[in-house]
């Protein structure tokens, strides 16, 4: 049996531009990625199966559409292989969380199938063929700290800060239609390598916050966090984020919120 990890996606910045008529989003981001995250296990078989475990498995749906199998068939087909495969996937992340568990775990498969099935494909085939999967799925290919730009499809390498970092979300769903279509439309400008990361933004989270008010309540108990260097939302939310100065300051905040009910993971970005 052969073992991949699908870490949890994060984003420091996330700038939207306009509109598309397509129906998404141009958008700039920068995308992180934590030891925290999803097990992806996989052991030949003549047909492809799924089964989840885990806090998060009961939430996950695990029917044909299920992301996993998806990039499964994608890459089967691609690759012209009968091949099949039994996977099982631990499932830690929480569910439409603005944390990527299904891109992550998607991309865990690629890769994962990618070894099973003796393809030695490069990393960037791979995250090619996860595109029609999902606009997170190709960065999450990669699981490395990248600049995307379109559709976040884009990629290119970005400064990796490895600083701890803690994960909060109060428990609630923030469908992320629903957030993209309460942006406000107005072009705040994009990312550059010369500002600094505390001055860039997350440009879904006033429309996130009026879905759901309890974000707000969360980025305000981070930012008044001893050692805390950066607060923000993760993609379209309910997830919170919070970068420390050192291991002992976040685990410290993790304390600190436990009389709150919240989910929280401290961790680190990799």
Known sequence: MLTESAPAKINLALHLRRRRADGYHDLE?????????????????????????????AAADVGDDNLVLRAARALAAAAGTAAGARLHLAKRIPVAAGLGGGSADAAAALRLL????????????????????GADVPVCVCSRTMFGAGKGEQLSPWPAT???????????????????????????GGIDAVTPL?????????AAVALQPVIADVLARLEAAPGVQLVRMSGSGATCLALFESEAACAAAAAGLADTGWWTEATRII
């Open 29 to 57: 981001s920068i995308f992180a990625f934590t030891r925290f995250g999803d097990t992806l296990h996989a052991e030949a078989a003549a047909n492809l199966s799924l089964t989840l475990t885990g806090p998060m498995a």
């Open 114 to 133: 990618n070894r099973l099935w003796g393809l030695d494909w490069p990393l960037e085939r791979l995250a090619s063929l996860a595109e029609p999967l």
């Open 162 to 188: 490895h600083a701890p970092v803690l994960l909060v979300n109060p428990g609630v769903a923030v469908p992320t239609g629903p957030v993209f279509a309460g942006w406000d439309g107005i072009d705040r």
């Open 198 to 206: 505390a001055e860039l933004r997350n440009d879904m989270t006033a």
